[in-house]
Structure formats: C-alpha cells, structure tokens
C-alpha cells in the first residue's frame, strides 16, 4: 500500500489549502482515512478524520474551518483548509486504516508529510 499525500504550501493568514491524500495498491476495504498534524517538538495530533461511512470527527482547532471528505472510487480523503491561521502551520499527514484483502488484519499506513506554512 502507497500513499501519496500533496496540496501544502505557503499561504497568508485567511487563505485556504486543500490536501489531497491518495491510498493505492491491495485494498480490500478502505476503513477510516484521517488527517494528523505535527509541529517540531510535539506529537501528531488529529486535525480529521472520515469512516467509511462518511462519518466526520474534527480535533477542537479544525472545527468550523476544515473540511475532510473522500472519494471513495478514487481511495482518496482530502482536507479542505479555509481561514488559515498561523497557528496552523505544521506539518500535515495522511493516515488510512486499510484491509489488504478479504479477512486481513485492519492496519494503518501513515504517508509522507507534507508541510503547510501560513505567514501572519
């Protein structure tokens, strides 16, 4: 299983971004697609997250700006970030908790990070 994350950059405060996350390879079942950031020195903390029911959860600092939604026949979950804030900044990664194949064990493939800055 791959992933592929992309869509951060530099962008002032009040902007928006938009990360894409797309999971390729033996997937069975495509369970919970999340977002995590993680800021030097401190451990990732849950920015959204999706089932695969469509069901949404966002962490506190997310609400009422993030957007995390899916497409399911492309195995891919975006995050839809307005009203960027400084405080955003951090780099930003995609997990997915997969099912390679019928049976298999749920386990979650973590991509490469990708960093968001937004200047004041």
């Known amino acids: 299983v791959q992933l592929q994350a992309s869509g951060g950059g530099s962008v002032q405060a009040g902007g928006s971004l938009r990360l894409s996350c797309e999971a390729s390879?033996?997937?069975?079942?495509?369970?919970?697609m999340a977002w995590y950031l993680q800021r030097p020195g401190s451990q990732r903390v849950l920015v959204a997250s999706?089932?695969?029911?469509?069901?949404?959860n966002y962490g506190d600092s997310a609400k009422g700006r993030f957007t995390i939604y899916r497409d399911s026949a492309e195995n891919a979950a975006y995050l839809q970030m307005n009203s960027l804030k400084p405080e955003d900044s951090a780099v930003y990664y995609c997990k997915v908790t997969i099912q390679r194949y019928f049976r298999d064990f749920a386990l979650d493939y973590w991509g490469q990070g990708t960093q968001v800055t937004v200047s004041s």
């Open positions: 999706i089932s695969i029911g469509g069901n949404t």
């Open positions: 390879g033996s997937i069975f079942s495509l369970n919970e």
